[in-house]
């Protein structure tokens, strides 16, 4: 395809700011609300603290939150890739028409009610959606047709690192998640030769192979940039990248099924199996790291899911974690997004331990020299801070019938022992 002329390409980048412009100021006097169907949920204002945790930095997919940005270098990047990708005038609104096909449905997906829309300008919120449907799929995935303008654009060197760091916060944020539907139909839409045939040409019911294979890249590469994991995991014994397990798990089309990316995010962390709460099980706290290790229980790292945490035989298996500058907002988003919109406990459970191990720098110490946390946010006080700030307004949603089970046998361990190290002293006095 040929490259699309710079001056055409500014035109286009220039108008399509317009419409952005006047969104924003539409979801300014939107009011939202929740709804029962929500797939991407709307956070009660309650809930968002610290706010920035919540709150998109630049990129600012999905709806909410726009309203309260003005519009960036990023967002003007997003409207140039579009452009670049030969998706102009009458095309770019074919596609949109395409993509948000039934616009009440997908509003419903972000817990917007229809009688309440009327602020919205329909045209809009497809322009906006699309939009970010297309650029998730430009960032994480490949497309056959690329425009030379275009591989400029998501290649050079000013891009690549500003995409990685901006992108990589966004696409964790609970309310601003893009309905995997929608990611669905930009992927058959920019798969083979279909990018810019008209909606009637392309449309149809199943996914090919061809289609299969590229969701699935462009979620296990979103995964990836996600993942508080380090590069390495132990599974069975095996070692594997991260990229190398999300293959062995998860099979091509698998992913598709999830709700959107956080979906997927979550899966990962918390590994395959199912973990279902039971709200009725009391919460049972244990005692905080450096007291454990004073009752001789051992804390040692694995490397793994979620799923993997055990006691045995006097040691608590944990699977180690990246403590980075991006680990509060993704773990503050997991958490509500697994206590309001699932049925699993399995991340809060992990949460509720940490939680519990943590109470002091001497703790935060002991895990880090333990090889649970690889820290780098500069010192162990900062790795404190961040554990602490995480404690707020952490929602205790129950556990599941093993993990329960287990904290029971660590509180019974750790009176045995107190119990054995008293009548010890107790001898010895004699």
């Not at 967002?75 to 074919?94: Q, R, T």
């Not at 809009?124 to 995935?141: C, E, I």
């Not at 760091?165 to 139909?185: C, F, H, T, Y």
């Not at 995010?265 to 039971?278: L, Q």
């Amino acid at each position: 395809m040929a490259a699309i002329d710079s001056d055409a390409h500014r035109v286009e980048a220039k108008a399509q700011l317009d419409w952005v412009t006047e969104v924003q100021s539409a979801l300014r006097r939107y009011q939202n609300y929740m709804d029962e169907e929500v797939l991407v949920f709307k956070l009660p204002d309650y809930l968002r603290s610290p706010p920035e945790d919540f709150t998109p930095k630049e990129w600012r997919f999905g709806l909410h939150n726009r309203g309260a940005l003005h519009v960036g270098g990023s967002e003007a990047m997003k409207i140039s890739a579009a452009a670049a990708f030969g998706l102009v005038g009458s095309a770019w609104d074919d596609f949109c028409d395409e993509i948000v096909d039934d616009c009440g449905r997908v509003l419903k997906s972000y817990g917007l009610h229809d009688q309440l829309t009327t602020n919205f300008n329909e045209r809009q919120v497809k322009y906006l959606l699309a939009l970010d449907a297309l650029f998730l799929v430009l960032r994480f995935g490949s497309v056959s047709q690329v425009t030379p303008a275009l591989e400029s654009l998501l290649q050079s060197p000013y891009a690549i690192p500003r995409l990685q760091a901006l992108a990589l916060g966004d696409i964790v944020l609970l309310e601003n998640q893009i309905p995997m539907e929608l990611l669905r139909k930009v992927v058959k839409k920019c798969t083979g030769n279909n990018c810019l045939q008209s909606a009637s040409s392309t449309h149809t019911n199943d996914d090919t192979a061809e289609e299969i294979e590229a969701l699935d890249k462009i979620l296990k590469e979103a995964m990836e940039c996600a993942s508080p994991f380090p590069d390495q995991l132990i599974i069975d014994g095996n070692d594997y990248t991260i990229r190398e397990y999300l293959n062995l798990t998860y099979n091509p089309g698998t992913l598709g099924s999830c709700r959107h990316i956080l979906d997927c995010v979550h899966n990962m962390i918390c590994g395959p199996k199912d973990v279902a709460r039971v709200p009725t099980h009391p919460h049972l706290s244990i005692q905080p790291a450096m007291s454990l290790k004073k009752t001789g229980i051992r804390l040692k790292k694995i490397s793994g899911t979620l799923e993997h945490i055990s006691f045995r035989r006097g040691c608590l298996y944990i699977p180690c974690i990246d403590l980075e500058d991006k680990t509060r907002a993704l773990f503050h988003n997991l958490s509500l997004y697994e206590s309001l919109c699932t049925d699993s406990c399995a991340f809060n459970q992990y949460m509720l331990l940490m939680l519990d191990l943590i109470h002091s720098k001497n703790d935060v110490k002991l895990l880090i020299d333990c090889g649970v946390i690889h820290n780098h946010l500069g010192n162990d006080m900062k790795a404190l801070e961040m554990w602490s700030s995480m404690s707020k307004n952490f929602i205790i949603t129950g556990s599941s019938a093993d993990f329960h089970r287990m904290k029971a046998q660590i509180k019974k361990h750790c009176r045995t022992m107190k119990l054995e190290q008293y009548m010890c002293r107790l001898c010895n006095c004699l």
